[in-house]
């Protein structure tokens, strides 16, 4: 079986044989949400065994394509066709007996059920009408070795974190033997390593015959693995390529409709500028045994590391989310006790949290009360709320950073990732704060978007306000940060310059170099 350069089997359309046509065509479907056009007379035919990747900003229609044919919406007009058949699915369980598998976005596990038992729910091997489960760990231990993960198969799914549920969701569809799969951005809570090992896996599903449809917002693994691209903007597709014939900058000006700069801005350097925020041998929860750190006033600092490094849990700790077991955290110089958030947002500490949907937004709010959540005294007299006041406030911030929405008053759920992130940047903006620590920033967002947050985080550290980034993307956390900590186990194990390079800092967080003062 022969590869090109980028490992992606030539041969799989060759053993299914071009004959017999695509697996699966969608012609002309449209699909409205209320009034907004969420699709508008697409058609694509997705051919058997290879991988078919599918492109374009937030909003412009990819999940809901996806949805539509793995059965979690049904099209106002058009038709899908699987090996010829015209079908109509009414639920993902149709079309998951047409064997169609979707893996959307949003994960959907049972969270006090154990990870075998997501994994093979409703297909769990049984004897005597009950559940067998040797036999379910079994199949669960094959399927495991098969993927590579390594997750405990017996633990319960509350008790994980969103990286790994996201794995759980991933080996769901993979049980299902299914022969296509559609994709919605499933590396995005993934460390570099745990993509790499589901690219080779995604390699492996269409070799062996099966069609992989990738929604994904990072472009480079887009044209690793697959030998078709599909770009979409406005609900419309735009084109459909080989990949071969296709860059990261051409997919962005088709997205786009023009031409974006996806490199990172310049940075102004402050050597000079005052400490805003020290923290001391800090301690807390599992994780964190030792980490100490300053910020100045203007500075971004990275931090940098594997999942389970503790970058998140220092975060948490910095913004008094998560209980200080000990250690110190000084403000201006002076050490500060932050027993919950409310203290760190009153000493001018903010934080944009991984999870903008569990832990950052009220999906159905308004974006003005989102936006406004934090000044909210600003905007009270005796027990009520100045409408008025509030909404001038939200206006501003909803203009100051081009969120892309019908106006303030629509639900922040409405709005693709792209605009809710910058939704949760204009709640802390409005409070004028000296520290913001952003915890996976562009996570979810398309290139467009993702250019736009670094200008921004960039603009404010210019402005003076310290910023602490967290990032599983190496080259994110290089390109944005004057500094670059990197950790491992709950400890900080290296400092990095501006001019530090990926590998080093990647040697550092798997413990085998240390790192050195730039």
Known sequence: MGNDERGVSTSASERVGQAAGPLVEVRGISKNFGGVRALTDVSISFAHGTVHGLVGE???????????????????????????????????????????????????????????????????????????????????????????????????????????????????????DARMILMDEPTAALSADETERLLDVIRRLAAEGTTIVLVSHYLDEVLAVSETVTVMRDARVVRTAPASVETAQTLVSAMVGREVDLTYPPKAVRPDAPVVLEARGLRGGTVIRDVSLDIRAGEIVGLAGLIGAGRSETARLLFGADRLDGGEILIDGKPVHLRDPRDAIAHGIAMVPESRKDEGLLLLRSIRENITLSTLSDHSWAGFVRRGSEARRARTLFDRLDVRGTGTEATVGSLSGGNQQKVLFARWLARTPRVLIVDEPTRGVDVAAKAEIHRLLVELAAGGLAIVAISSEIEEVLGLAHRTLAMRIGRVVGEFGPDAESEEVLQACFGQARGEAA
């Not at 994994?119 to 005597?128: C, D, K």
């Not at 231990?141 to 994980?160: A, C, K, Q, Y």
């Open 58 to 176: 937030n909003g412009a229609g990819k999940s809901t394509l996806a949805k539509a044919i793995g059965g979690a919406h049904q099209p106002d007009d058009g038709e899908i066709l699987v090996e010829g058949e015209n079908v109509r699915f009414s639920s993902p369980h149709d079309a998951l007996a047409r064997g169609i598998a979707l893996i959307a976005q949003e994960i959907a596990l049972v969270p006090e059920a154990t990870v075998e038992e997501n994994v093979f729910l409703g297909v769990e091997p049984r004897r005597g009408g009950m559940v067998d489960r040797a036999a379910l760990r079994r199949a669960y231990r094959e399927l495991d070795d098969r993927v590579g993960f390594g997750l405990p198969g017996r633990s319960t799914v509350r008790r994980m974190r969103v990286p790994d549920r996201q794995k759980v969701e991933i080996m769901r569809a993979l049980a299902r």
